[in-house]
């Protein structure tokens, strides 16, 4: 599968270069990094919370879960996972579990952990579980400059 159309055409309309690499099929993030020779943090994991406002994603690096309750803290508000209905609902160009982390291409607000804010490259789920999207780091912001930033993975 190539990468999900809805972040090809985001990615091309923002006119940001990227690059796309095949990887054995994994179900995780970390061995997404593992099969791909890459380190994980530089691997961006997204993860669907839900709240009384609606949704939106949390980007921590594959080697680290998201902290509900740091999370929690940043937005001002409890949250907790977004049922696997309302994923295939939002990203119905995606395969079930393989969420880009641009959420502005599907519209949904984004909270990048700040360990990210660092890395001059950085690789990402392109809508399927053999498909990683390369980027520059300075690009995932510009990609998302209303995306907040805080430490919001648990080691």
């Known amino acids: 599968?190539?990468?999900?159309?809805?972040?090809?055409?985001?990615?091309?309309?923002?006119?940001?270069?990227?690059?796309?690499?095949e990887h054995d099929r994994s179900s995780t993030m970390r061995a997404a990094a593992q099969n791909s020779g890459l380190p994980e943090d530089c691997v961006v994991k997204a993860v669907l919370v839900e709240d009384d406002d609606g949704f939106m994603l949390a980007a921590v690096p594959a080697s680290c879960n998201v902290a509900l309750n740091r999370l929690a803290k940043v937005v001002n508000r409890p949250i907790d996972l977004a049922r696997e209905a309302d994923i295939t609902t939002l990203f119905t160009d995606c395969e079930k579990g393989a969420l880009p982390p641009v959420g502005a291409a599907y519209g949904v607000d984004v909270v990048i952990d700040d360990s990210l804010d660092d890395q001059y490259d950085l690789y990402f789920e392109g809508g399927d579980h053999r498909t990683l999207v390369h980027i520059k780091g300075e690009d995932l912001y510009r990609l998302m400059p209303d995306a907040r930033h805080a430490r919001i993975r648990d080691l």
């Not at 055409?9 to 006119?15: F, P, S, T, V």
């Open 1 to 21: 599968m190539a990468i999900a159309l809805s972040l090809q055409e985001y990615l091309e309309r923002n006119h940001v270069p990227y690059e796309v690499l």
